[in-house]
Each structure stands twice: as C-alpha cells, then as structure tokens.
C-alpha cells in the first residue's frame, strides 16, 4: 500500500488570502491530506441556527483545488458559548465536585441529553452538506476522547445515566444488591433512583460499585460517538476515523472502533517522555529529545488492533510542543523517523500537527511544520523528505507478527479501582512485556480479549482482571505458548473472587492462595537470575514449577503450552521468559542495543536509532535518528 502524508490545518486562523499559497506548500512538501475544521464551531454556527458554512465551502475549494484530500472534523470538542448558555449544567463534573466550565475546550459531559442533541445538529447540518462531496475523503468524529481527563464525570446528567444503565444491566435492584455485594457495610438499595455516582464518600465506595460507573462512563463515550457515526455513515460513504491518543484507558477504545473504519492517534513522543512514562531521570536524559523507544510503538500496535487492521497518526509532533513539564526540540531526523516507524508499523498516513505554529491563544508555544511568519521550521524539510522517499521505497504491507499480547481496558479500570498496591497500574505491567518483546527484537501484535488466536504462536496476558471460559479455552487450545498473569483471572466481571480460586485455567491444577503487594525498594531474586517486585502470589498445585524464588517459592508453574505467572517480572526476568519461550518455540531472538529498535513489514525489516549516538546493526552503522530499511531475504 502506498504511504501519505498530511497536516492538521486552521483556515479559520488565517487570513483568507494566504490560504492559496498554503495548500501550494503543502503540496510542494510531500503532503496529500489536510485535517481541517474540528474546533470551528463558533464560525460555523456564530449563534443558534445561524449556520455560516460559506467561508468552509472556500477553504474545502482552494485545498481540494490544490489537489489535497480533506479530512472533515466535527467541532463537537469546543461547543461555542452560545451552546454552553443554553445548557449551563452540560459541563463535566469532576471527582471533587468541582464544574469543568468554558474557557479551554472539552467543556461537555457525554452523559447530556441537551448536548448530544446540539451535537446531532451541527454534524446532520455538516454531512447533509459535505456527506457527497468528494473532496471530503475522510470524517473526524470529535477530538481525542479522553483528552484533559474529561471522560469521567460526575455531573447530574450521569449520575441519571448511571441510574438507567444499572436498571438495565441488573433488571432488580435486589440483583444489583447481590452482585456488588451490598449487603456489606448496610449498602442495599431499594429502588435504582437511590443510587449515587462513586464519589465523595467517607472512605473507599464498593468496588462493584466503582467498577460498574467506570463501564457506564465507557458506554457513554461509544454511544456519543455512535450518535455522530450514524449521522456521517447516511449521508456519506467516506472512511470514519477519530483521533485517540497515548496513554489513555478511561473508555474501550476497542469498543469505539467498532462503529469507525480507521483508528488514528496522536503522537507526541517527546510530551510522553516527559509526562506519560512515569520515566527515571536517567531514561528521559537518554531520550530528552527522541521520546521513548517503544512508547509509540505500543500505541501503532494497539491503535492497528483497535482499526481492525487500518490505522493512521492523525496528529505527530513536528518540533517542541508546549504542553509537557519541559518541551525541548527533537534531535535533528526524528520528525522522519517517527513517520517511518508508524509507517512500519502499518499506519497508512500520517498527518503532523500543525501547518502553521499560532501565535495567539493557548498553543502559541507549540511548534508547527512553519513558524509563525510562514518561514519553514525544522519540520518541515524533514516532513519533505518523508514525501520522497516514499515514492522511493517499494509498497510494503503489515505482517502478522508470531507474538500476541492482550490488551483490556476494563482490566486498567479494574487496578485502579483496586490496585491494592499503590504502584500495580496495567497499562505499566502490560506495557514492561511489551519492552521486553522489543528488547528481543520481536515484532509484537497487540490484541483485544477478544480477538481470534489462529496463527499466533507466543500469547501473553498480564494482569487481565477477568477472563471469560471461552477466553481461558482460547488460550489453552493456542498451538504454541501462553503466559497467563500475574493477577489475570483473579476477578469475577462484578469484582468479586472466584471460586474456585483463580486463575482456573483448563487442565492446570494452579490455585493463588493468597497475594500479597511490595513496595519499589522489595525486589526478590528468582532463581536463574532476575527478580519480582510490586507483585506475588502464592501458588499452590501439582502442577510443574517454571520458575521459583531463591527461597523455594515457585513464581510460574505450568506446562509446556500454558503456563501462569505469579509475580511482576523485573525487566531481566521479563527478557528471560520471553527468550526462552521463544527458544523452546524456535522463534528467534536478537537482544537489541539499548536504542535501537527493528519491525518487520512482510517485506522489510526497518531499524529506527533512537538513541543520541550512532549505533551498529548487523554491520550497518545507523545514524542518531537514524531509520534503516533492509530487505527481508537480506537479512
Ligand atoms: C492534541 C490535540 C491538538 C493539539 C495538540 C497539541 O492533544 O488534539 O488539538 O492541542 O494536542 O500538542
């Protein structure tokens, strides 16, 4: 498949005479999509029902003319004041209590009836009048759910919501007692309108009760987004995407993407590091102006999962940005290796944000492909290159990687509604087997729970709260090896503890007896080399030991296809589970410089330095920045 490339832009920023000599540029460097639209509501619709669709109907000509493709965001992101006048309790309420009012942008709570109909509005009024307009390839639903950690909320609109959401799962209000387990501490309810939001409680709420509000606050999210998709998909045949984003599990991004045709993302690698990563000192010095080696990786694995095989980066960071605790430039070539990478990856296109820096308002700091006076920033050249040399490179297709790893956003919910140990987060235990994947050299599929298992041969499943049978009988029919925990399976989808005891995984005699959490500073050594830290499990059972502590303790017991963990892996007892499964499996390994990374395409092999020094590989010396590309049959 052929690689674009693209750029998120703001005619609405600009004079309108420059926009000619914009798209001219654009074009001039490579780029053949442009983003435009998604936080113009106040210009399209100054006051109720005063629709100005003129000025857009200019723009879409002068980009389409200059022969770019336009991907049509929704403005729902940034409901103009007249919006927020007419709902004045359509605002997301915070934990504390406290109303997230007007004045940035996410300003709304998915759960308001008032706002998902102003909603319906301005996107009915946009696809009746783009839906066949064929210079409109692709449409944006909204912009990056989750954003600001505005998915949570604690409005009125939801806690009715929540009320309704819970009649309809339980049916009874005596069900609902018997599956949260109301009856400890005098917490019956009578009737579904008793029922308050999970907060601001004397201590913890039930965790039944927490973990049911945070499925109701997904659904809200899918159900948001569905109302636009059904509106776009009658009125238009053009691909529906929206721009998730790194880090955030607040809602199934899985369950979202069923309604869309492509996931997106945005990638700011550099803002990761800094906030995202929970990284040492020593690992951002490394990385201060690359980003996180695998970080992005990670999310162009899940995101190619969450797009049914079709995915994009709809934002990537051209320079400094202006939202992390310190925003420096990246390394001269990384704005070109962070597109070959998703481009490695499977991404189809990946646009940068933005075409010009802005000067006024809340992101004057943040770097675009040009600066403010219209003079090329550093970006830009890079972004140029990329154009060339994708017409350069032969079309290169996504392999099906051998290694599976299961990621379940009710599993992040579940941990953190009860970590039990303050450090247990899922995304940070699912993510340090993914580093070790990397580490090894592997190319990693990241798949649903639900997702088919045919032709994977190494699956891994940290810390997934639930599992159904039909799950557990995936895993264990899986022609080759599956590791199973820590702490998979330990739960019941009401959070409660199964019983039998967990992990009651088909034919293998394993039962977690009892848990226990450590502290940062207890690290135990494992026989063999390595260690467990933040988590350990008693595991009783005849089934063969894997691995033990030094004391005698066993860490993984199983057989040789399925196997269970009872501990979180230092990352040298990561590497050493992974190697040697993939030894017994005869999958082969190469344990790579810190730095530097590789991914298969089902052509090539690619090779991104992300290091500040040149490394070798094979014999072939990669520059800082550097991306490699070689021949599969060459390698
Ligand atoms: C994204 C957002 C963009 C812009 C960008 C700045 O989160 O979608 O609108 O704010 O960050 O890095």
């Known amino acids: 498949m052929k690689r674009t490339l693209g750029v998120c832009y703001y005619p609405e920023h600009w004079p309108e005479d420059i926009w000619a000599e914009d798209a001219a540029r654009m074009v001039e460097a490579g780029l053949s999509w442009v983003r435009i639209g998604e936080f113009a509501w106040s210009r399209l619709e100054p006051s109720e029902g005063d629709y100005q669709f003129e000025w857009l109907d200019r723009a879409i000509s002068v980009l389409g003319d200059a022969g770019l493709k336009i991907i049509l965001g929704t403005p729902t992101a940034t409901p103009p004041r007249w919006v927020t006048k007419k709902h004045p309790d359509m605002y997301a309420v915070d934990a504390e209590g406290r109303v997230l009012g007007f004045g940035s942008r996410r300003h709304y709570c998915f759960s308001h009836q008032g706002y998902l109909a102003e909603c319906r509005k301005i996107v009915l009024k946009l696809a009746e009048r783009y839906g066949s307009d064929q210079r409109i390839a692709a449409w944006q639903t909204d912009n990056e759910y989750g954003c600001h950690d505005t998915t949570i909320s604690f409005s009125e609109a939801a806690k009715t919501g929540f009320q309704d959401w819970c009649a309809q799962r339980y049916q009874s209000p005596d069900a609902l007692n018997r599956a949260w387990g109301n009856v400890f501490w005098s917490m019956e309810y009578a009737d579904f309108s008793e029922i308050e939001l999970p907060h601001l409680t004397v201590t913890e709420a039930n965790p039944a009760h927490v973990m049911a509000f945070r499925r109701f606050t997904s659904d809200q999210v899918v159900l948001f987004n569905r109302a636009q998709t059904d509106i776009l998909r009658a009125h238009s045949a053009a691909p529906l995407i929206h721009n998730y984003m790194g880090r955030v599990t607040e809602f199934d991004h899985f369950d979202v993407g069923a309604d869309l045709d492509i996931a997106s993302w945005d990638s700011y690698p550099m803002g990761f590091l800094m906030d995202r990563l929970d990284a040492t ?188 049978d039909a799950l557990k009988a995936r895993l264990a029919s899986l022609d080759g090896l599956v590791v199973v925990g820590p702490r998979s399976a330990s739960k019941t989808d009401e959070f409660t503890i199964p019983v039998p005891l967990p992990p009651a995984l088909p034919g293998l005699d394993i039962t977690v007896s009892r848990v226990e959490s450590l502290p940062p500073s207890a690290g135990l050594d494992v026989q063999g080399g390595g260690s467990v830290g933040h988590w350990l499990e008693d595991l009783e059972g005849s089934a063969p030991v ?64 992300y290091s500040a020094m040149p490394l070798e590989y094979h014999g072939q010396t990669v520059e800082p920045a550097g991306v490699l590309w070689i021949a599969l049959s060459e390698t």
């Open 281 to 468: 000192h020593d690992h951002i010095a490394a990385y201060l102006q690359q980003g996180d080696p695998d970080f992005q990786a990670f999310h162009h694995d899940l995101y190619r999962a969450v797009g049914k095989g079709r995915w994009w980066i709809m934002e990537q960071q051209p320079g400094p940005v202006n939202w992390a605790p310190w925003n420096p430039s990246p390394l001269p070539g990384m704005a070109r290796l962070w597109a070959w990478e998703a481009f490695a990856h499977g991404a189809e296109t990946v646009c940068y944000f933005r075409w010009r820096q802005a000067p006024f308002a809340q992101e004057q700091m943040h770097a675009g492909l040009l600066r403010p006076d219209s003079v090329a920033a550093p970006g830009l050249a890079e972004c140029a290159q990329v154009g060339r040399e994708i017409e350069t490179l032969p079309e290169v297709g996504t392999a099906k990687a051998k290694v599976a790893l299961i990621y379940d956003y009710p599993s992040a919910w579940a941990w953190e509604v009860q970590p039990q140990g303050q450090d247990f987060d899922y995304f940070r235990l699912v993510f340090s087997c993914y580093r070790a994947l990397r580490r090894a050299g592997l190319s990693v599929d990241v798949i649903s729970s639900d997702a088919q298992l045919d032709g994977y041969k190494l699956v891994f499943a940290p810390g997934q709260f639930a599992m159904s």
């Open 546 to 609: 894997l691995l033990a502590l030094e004391t005698g303790k066993p860490v993984m017991m199983g057989d040789g296809a399925l196997r269970y963990l009872g501990g979180w892996p230092s990352t040298t007892l990561w590497d050493r589970i992974v190697t040697e499964a993939c030894d017994e499996l005869g999958i082969a390994t190469e344990r790579l410089t810190a730095g530097l990374r590789i991914r298969d395409t089902d052509t090539h092999r690619f090779v991104f330095n």
